[in-house]
């Protein structure tokens, strides 16, 4: 069994498919984990219960014999604001009479088969019958009779979990939440370095690794989305570990808005770790009977280092957070005219892409940003989704028609969320535009943002939308967020609720995308914010890929997708190959095949040897789908190790086949090159494509693969594809 009760002990077991973790019932009713790591056999940690509890400052909570518990040194699960435990709180309930104390001690509990959906937000599901199971334990303060229920699902084919809460106001007055993280875990030791990712717009998720020590470290966002500058990930990883070997936690949130994940160091070197919607300007009030839903995070452990802890969130994310259609289906290979025409274009000029397209081998054409109202720059029209007739004449469906007579499908690009103040849209609803009263908004890429929080802003742009895409037929939509949030308010909120903003305000982008999914259940969503600035699982719940960073330039792009291989699979990484001048198209090919694979470029702006290699590119997209969306990435050379050359590779689960690819980035390589392989079977034997030699699995991920007379210039880059034989 997954998940197991011990009703003597007062102890919950959750197992996954290589983790444990121990959940303790105080006498008091305070819940404790006693254990979250590495799977063990054994059920009966009661030796690893007891805490010291400090003669002078630490407090005993009502009803507790003195001397005997404080939460302060104990591993809490939930980290309650205002009594003993002096840490980051996870929670913070504001009652009626103005204190924010409270005291969550265990009333019940219940497992069930499978994991429960969390009404309005994205979350993992039930892949297959079994996959899962979850355990609830509702808490409750007495004083106040607030309750929150824990919610903890384990998978058992993946060495994850995730964890979510809901506070319920079983009282007759209103409560006010000030902070509802998803959860608290207090970790033994403090021997860790911390892992997080951090950027900003074309330098997305750069690697950053470093000790923890007493007191708080972490990251956030406040801008009203994930962001460029830090993504909801961070991992916890042995101070010995790599990419290797040692322990590793990673956690992930499934949220698209301002979040926090902190770690603390406290005083007895136990290591707090929370994670949650950011707290900064939030409040909800939560009425008698009503409930909160807070996001949830996963929480993955891996004793294979880094690398094993990516792979399981790879499979993790393919199998049970990317739905729909297009989740296994390959999709289309596409061409964009973004970098290729920016505004500059006309239905020929688009229409005569698309013709080379189809010529050469491609199977989708997605028209980007300025087919709408007046757009001819990025200064007006958002908001306006009428197609611009000075610009596509003869109409959308026309020109669509014609993409699709050449037998490719067709993609178009929203900004659904935006509104620029140049706009028919805003000069009739000013207020549909995010503000507070009397101050003047501040404005982004020229433009504000609608006010998703509101139904009817919502029903507006779905009307748009659908009307667009139900009289083309449109098979595939990019949906862009081009800017971050300020003077967050709503006209239709009284002003004790405007701290609910932000969080309504996502609520309200998720149930706009999920009506737009349901009305077109086979359209492909592509995600997209300046590259990837909205780059998390709670979008990659509806958009199966994410546009991920609108870096293309191969040498410096590949650093953002080492970043982003961290915790989230290749399927869900949109990289184009552009006409960016630094390296060859075989090396943007490479590099952008890694992913979910397309081009931007007008064809008539490159040379014919580049078109003619395009060309021979096309082959290896479906060819080497699978491996690469499905398979099992080994990073062999990461960016943080090395700042001159790169290499990674794919394995399939049944290890019968490996694509590797080499980049040196900058010609200061060592001249004796060997590079060895990971993930293979030691005792199979494999080919290799181009030259029909033949290498046992032990050979190559031992001795390694001569490199040293391969060309050592800025910008080369080479793939090797091996299968499996009969020895
Ligand atoms: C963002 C996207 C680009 C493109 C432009 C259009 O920057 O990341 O790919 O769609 O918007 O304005």
Redesign the pocket.
């Known amino acids: 069994m997954s998940i197991a009760f011990h009703a003597e002990r007062q102890s919950f077991k959750l197992d996954t498919a290589g983790s444990s973790y121990i959940i303790k019932i105080h006498h008091n009713g305070f819940l404790s984990c006693v254990y979250y790591g590495a799977y063990i056999p054994d059920d009966n940690l009661t030796d690893f219960e007891r805490r010291h509890v400090y003669a002078s400052f630490s407090a005993w909570p009502p009803g507790t014999e003195p001397y005997t518990f404080t939460p302060d040194t104990c591993p809490m699960e939930i980290g309650c604001n205002g009594g003993c435990d002096m840490r980051q709180s996870s929670v913070r309930v504001r009652n009626a009479d103005g204190n924010a104390v409270s005291d969550f001690r265990y009333v019940s509990h219940r497992i069930e088969a499978g994991k429960p959906a969390i009404p309005g937000l994205p979350a993992l599901y039930e892949n297959e019958p079994g996959d899962c199971e979850t355990l609830v334990i509702t808490t409750r303060d007495e004083t106040t009779g607030a309750e929150m229920d824990l919610y903890y699902t384990v998978f058992t084919k993946h060495a994850a979990m995730t964890r979510a809460a809901v506070i319920r106001n079983a009282s007759d007055k209103d409560l006010e939440i000030e902070q509802a993280l998803s959860f608290c875990l207090d970790l033994n030791r403090s021997d860790f370095d911390l892992i997080s990712l951090h950027g900003k717009h074309m330098q997305e998720r750069d690697f950053c690794r470093r000790p923890i020590g007493h007191g708080i470290q972490g990251i956030y966002s406040r801008r009203g989305s994930s962001g460029h500058q830090f993504n909801p990930f961070i991992a916890l990883i042995d101070r010995s570990g790599n990419e290797d070997r040692g322990g590793a936690y990673g956690f992930n949130l499934v949220y698209s808005s301002n979040f926090k994940a902190l770690t603390e160091v406290d005083y007895n070197g136990s290591t707090r770790v929370i994670m949650g919607l950011g707290d900064d300007d939030f409040g909800w009030r939560l009425a008698p009977g009503e409930s909160f839903y807070t996001p949830e995070a996963v929480l993955v452990y891996s004793n294979e280092g880094l690398g094993g802890m990516s792979r399981t969130f790879h499979r993790l994310y393919n199998e049970n957070l990317v739905r729909g259609d297009w989740k296994r289906r390959h999709r289309p290979l596409l061409i964009?005219n973004?970098?290729g025409t920016y505004f500059d274009f006309d239905e020929e000029k688009l229409f005569a892409i698309a013709k080379w397209a189809k010529e050469t081998g491609l199977e989708m054409f997605v028209m980007?940003?300025?087919w709408f109202g007046k757009r001819d720059d990025?200064t007006s029209g958002l908001g306006d989704w009428f197609v611009n007739e000075n610009k596509i004449h003869g109409g959308l469906p026309a020109l669509v028609k014609r993409v699709k007579d050449l037998g490719l499908k067709f993609g178009i690009?929203f900004?659904p969320e935006m509104i620029s103040p140049d706009s028919d849209l805003f000069r009739e609803h000013p207020d549909w535009a995010i503000h507070v009263p009397n101050r003047p908004s501040s404005i982004g890429r020229h433009q504000l943002i609608l006010d998703m929080t509101r139904e009817d802003v919502r029903d507006y742009i779905f009307g748009r939308m659908y009307d667009i895409i139900s009289s083309t037929g449109a098979d595939y939509v990019?949906w862009?967020f081009?800017r971050n949030m300020t003077e967050a308010g709503s006209a239709l909120l009284p002003p004790d609720r405007q701290k609910e903003f932000y969080h309504r305000y996502i609520l309200g982008v998720y149930a706009l995308i999920d009506r737009l999914l349901t009305a077109f259940p086979h359209l492909l969503l592509e995600g997209?914010?300046?590259?990837g600035g909205r780059y998390d699982p709670g979008m990659m719940y509806y958009s199966p890929q994410i546009?991920c960073s609108?870096n293309t330039d191969a040498l410096s792009r590949v650093d953002v997708q080492f970043g982003s291989s961290l915790c989230y699979p290749a399927s869900v990484q949109g990289a184009h190959v552009s006409a960016s001048p630094r390296a060859s198209y075989e090396t943007k090919r490479n590099v952008a095949m890694w992913g979910s694979f397309g081009y931007?470029l007008d064809p008539a702006k490159i040379s014919e040897e580049a078109r003619a290699e395009i060309r021979t590119q096309i082959a290896d997209y479906h060819r080497y789908y699978d491996l690469i969306h499905f398979g099992d990435l080994y990073r062999l050379i990461s960016p943080w190790d090395d700042p001159y050359k790169a290499a990674w590779q794919f394995v399939d689960p049944e290890k019968t086949e490996t694509l590797v690819t080499v980049l040196i980035k900058f010609m200061m390589r060592e001249r004796n090159f060997f590079l060895r392989l990971k993930g293979l079977d030691p005792d199979a034997y494999y080919r290799l494509d181009e030259n029909g030699e033949v290498y046992s699995g032990a050979l190559l991920m031992n001795a390694g693969l001569n490199l040293s007379f391969m060309p050592n210039e800025d910008g080369f880059s080479k793939t090797f594809h091996f299968t499996k034989v009969e020895a």
């Open positions: 964009n973004w970098e980007d940003d300025g990025d690009w900004e990019k862009d081009n997209c914010s300046g590259g546009w609108d931007e």
